[in-house]
């Protein structure tokens, strides 16, 4: 990646003094122990307007506590995290921590119940013991960590909840990876003033310090990293291609899953009006896109927009279908 940036570097660097054109900018970032209260995050992002503080989401406790779950789960101690298929009714989830113990020779395992977390009225994650009021220390040790970092959760923006709202807020400027397992991202000329005001703001959110002290020391930290990399691209021939080939990439990978969804929309059926909805939705926002990829894709351009039309106008059908009631697979409720 670093030889890359330097190739495309010393190219943008010579078709800017030959008077080239701005394609866009190349942008990376760089996350580490990202740690920051929703809201916070949430007001950077929405620097760059108010569509992109929506990409930083509040988090259900339910899923919070799975994720805590995900992360606090494994161990040696003998200890086994499992959620209740079906808990009690005054909580949506709720997960039990249990010892694992071996019978003797070969007559099996059990496992015996030794705390609780569960997701509280007030929307709160708590770790309980078993429901006799008793529990395991150990158990309760596990469970009291897995509840803390449920409820941090909730308030808090992690590193992959960052990341993702990044990717987001590429995708909404008409951004396209530059390569397959992302990392690297190309954002059109008209755009790159919105990313750079984000990304600003982020790093700015972002910058770490120390929340709580003892005894002289910082015990508690809250942010993290995020360090963005910006690098103009010019039109040269190597960034022309380069940038033509993320875009179709991308363009292809977007349109084969759209075919796929009305593939299944036809055969299938949807049960729910709204997937249709959203996907006519996302092939207006496609148009879009491929509206500032012209000057590079070239012909292909003209290709990209037949397909987008053939598929949209597909779905639009079946949206008709839909709400006749014409299709297999639906429900004539309102989604």
């Known amino acids: 990646m670093t030889q890359n940036i330097s190739i495309l570097s010393d190219a943008a660097t010579q078709a800017k003094a030959n008077g080239a054109n701005h394609l ?3 942008v990376s970032w760089d996350t580490e122990s990202v740690s920051v209260p929703r809201a916070d995050l949430r007001a950077a992002f929405a620097v760059a307007g108010a569509q992109f503080g929506a990409l930083i989401k509040d988090v259900d406790p339910a ?21 209740f298929r079906s808990p009690a009714k005054d909580t949506p989830a709720s997960i039990g921590v249990s010892r694992y113990m071996e019978q003797p020779g070969e007559e099996g395992v059990s496992l015996t119940l030794g705390a609780r977390v569960r997701v509280a009225p007030n ?19 596990r469970a009291q960590a897995i509840a803390a970092l449920a409820n941090h959760l909730i308030g808090y923006a992690v590193t992959a909840d960052l990341s993702l709202a990044a990717v987001n807020a590429i995708r909404m400027i008409g951004g396209v990876p530059l390569r397959k397992r992302g990392g690297a991202y190309f954002v059109p000329a008209v755009f790159t003033g919105a990313w750079r005001k984000l990304s600003d703001a982020v790093a700015q959110a972002c910058g770490a310090h120390c929340t709580a002290e003892a005894g002289g020391a910082c015990v508690a930290w809250e ?3 995020f360090e963005p990399t910006i690098l103009e691209l010019y039109d040269s021939p190597r960034a022309v291609a380069t940038v033509a080939a993320a875009a179709s990439s991308s363009f292809e990978a977007e349109l084969s899953e759209l075919t796929g969804d009305l593939r299944k929309a036809r055969e299938e059926g949807f049960t ?3 997937p249709l909805v959203d996907r006519i939705a996302l092939c ?7 509206k500032l990829y012209e000057s590079v894709l070239a012909g292909a351009a003209d290709e990209i927009r037949a397909s987008i039309d053939a598929i949209k ?21 309102a989604a």
């Open 24 to 26: 866009g900018d190349f």
């Open 272 to 274: 729910k009006r709204a």
């Open 63 to 83: 899923v919070a506590l799975f994720r805590a779950k995900a992360t606090l789960s494994s161990g040696a101690d003998g200890l086994v995290v499992k959620a």
């Open 313 to 333: 106008a597909g779905l639009e059908l079946e949206l008709g279908a839909y709400d006749a009631g014409k299709r297999p697979g639906k429900v004539t409720a």
């Open 223 to 225: 942010g993290g990293t």
């Open 284 to 290: 207006e926002q496609l148009t879009d896109r491929a």
């Open 123 to 141: 929307g709160t994650v708590v770790a309980v013991g078993r429901p006799d009021g008793t529990y395991d220390d150990d158990c309760m040790l």
